[in-house]
């Protein structure tokens, strides 16, 4: 009977907005399910793993941070250009509900893991752990976990793809993604260091 | 694509031989419908690399009915929740303007002119978008100032779900249009490949398959389709003639190149998509029996459609496409072969042919490069080799050969604005690279620089 729900939710969905299919709190998973494998995973993938550098993975990612992003996009609080042009749009007609389920949906998922090797990551390993002394750039762990697993609003990094990182870090340095904090982190930053951290983090 | 629909499909016998040739090389209308981002939210670099090809998640978008949609609703329930109206709060309408100057290398004749103004080239409405929960459409109705007349234009009504079948995502469906292939989803396919827009002054070789155009407009199509993980697609579905401005109904239609019947089509594709690349290989087709056929040379054969006799066609493509996605950079190439067999049993009797059967083998490779779906560069080289068959194709050495290039540069100010540029560069036409028409004139001369404005909006 739960899997025949979950197929009508399904069904419901692709087809006609996610808005319709609001979340109570006894069908939110299903209702979260039926909007990520009907809507959500034509660009993030089957369970939040995406296969292009365009969309991030979700799989594993914090629930807070998900929920967080969302309400950002449906208030336009958030407005680099792929928000604009992909999730303003997605995210406009999902209710408070709808968002707390997906972001469970997608954190409850099995997290991809870094490829980590090489020089390159090396360094990168180093900035994440000890920052930037010299550019005032504290070590990136200090928030997003020791293992770039995330905590909370602060997003798992480690397994993320490439272009994705680099994307969203040059869009913090230039201010074009919306975040005081991961500005004054990144403002610094060099293109050699994106990189590298990069490189450390990625998994392409 | 669109200009043969108001040009109307009850031409007699010669213009009906000439509606092929035009057809072959009239501008393609584009399914890059700004009522779609309207809907959905999502900006035009969703669904589309650079407008009209289609991105992967805008072939998903396609197969799924043109239904997703993330505004207000108007809606009703009945007593059981079931829904019984869900309106769009807006009407999914959009409008398309084609303007453009051409400059031919050589005019046709003394009394003709090299340079042409078009404007508008062709001017679209678009009803394009959701209709409920689970159809939607896409209609085009159509100015085209060679005919100086609106007319219907590509039209696909589909139905389409989606479900979870052993942890397979499988979107179905099915669409009526008609235009074989116009439900398609890759641009390699005659109703979307290259090039999007061309000329009205272009000359156009002779020779054609039916599934590149000559059919579009005057049928029906009904299909049934599957997508299966955005990768498989499979598709079966049969057209008949639905004739514009004539019927079948009465006794003493003489109509030309109507089906007899149904006419099968198929087409399967497969999608990989890996990083920011995807690939597709495919196969599509259609056999097509032909009451009263026309022939390329403008042969005719007026009987009463009761009693016609038919010309038979089997088209079987083959196609690829790769493209490369990401905000910097967007590669598309494209390849499609098309091979006709054409039965010409009713034209070798009638003396319309020098042989009672045909082979044609249609052919283009094009690559595309944008640079931050802002300014652009194609390249394409397209073929047709066929029998020679002097009654059949009518050229002055019997052979249906043509081969020509395109080079264009395009630039996008707005996503929904192109400024392009295109050349086309003939270095065979109808058989021959010079005095092909016996008149003295060169496949050369029917070269055609071509600039033109597309917008939507």
Known sequence: ?204 | MNVHLTRGFAFRAAMQALAVLVLLSVPKSADAVPSYARQTGLACEACHTVFPALTAFGRTFKASGYTLFNTLKVQDIDKLAHSTLSLSDLPPVSAMVMASQSLEAKANDSNSSKASTDFPQQASLFYAGRISDNIGAFIQITYDDQSGSFGIDNTDIRFADVTKIDGHSVIYGVSLNNNPTVQDLWNTVPAWGQPFIASPALQSPVAGAQIQGALSGGVAGLSAYTFIDQSLYAEAGVYRSALQGASVAFNGNQDNNVIAGVAPYWRVAYEWDFGNHSLEVGTFGIYAELQNPTTPAGGAINGSLQHAPTDRFLDASFDTQYQYTDDETQISLTAAWIHEHQNLSASFVQGFSTNPSDNLDSYNVVASYFWHRKLGATVGFFGVNGSNDPLYFGTINGSPNSTWGLFEVDYLPWLNVKLGLQYTAYLKFDGATSNYDGLGRNASDNDLLFGYLWVAF
């Open chain 1, 1 to 204: 009977m739960k899997k025949l729900f979950a197929t009508a939710i399904v069904i419901a969905c692709f087809s006609s907005p996610c808005a319709a299919a609001e979340a109570t709190g006894d069908n939110a998973a299903a209702v979260a399910e039926g909007i990520a494998t009907s809507t959500c995973q034509n660009c993030h993938g089957a369970l939040g793993n995406s296969v292009s550098g365009n969309f991030p993975r979700l799989n594993g990612q914090q629930a807070d941070y998900i929920a967080a992003q969302l309400n950002n996009f449906r208030s336009h609080n958030r407005s680099d250009p792929h928000a604009r042009a992909y999730m303003w749009g997605m995210a406009s007609q999902l209710d408070d509900k709808s968002i707390a389920a997906l972001a469970q949906y997608y954190a409850s998922q099995t997290p991809t893991a870094p490829q980590k090797g090489g020089a390159l990551a090396a360094q990168g390993a180093a900035i994440f752990a000890n920052g930037a002394p010299a550019q005032n750039m504290p070590p990136c762990q200090s928030c997003h976990g020791e293992h770039a697993e995330g905590n909370g609003i602060f997003p798992r990094l480690a397994g993320q793809h490439a272009d994705y990182l680099k994307r969203q870090l040059e869009a913090f340095r230039s201010s074009l993604r919306e975040s005081d904090v991961m500005h004054v982190e990144s403002k610094d930053m060099t293109d050699s260091q994106i990189e590298a951290l990069v490189s450390y983090l990625a998994n392409d």
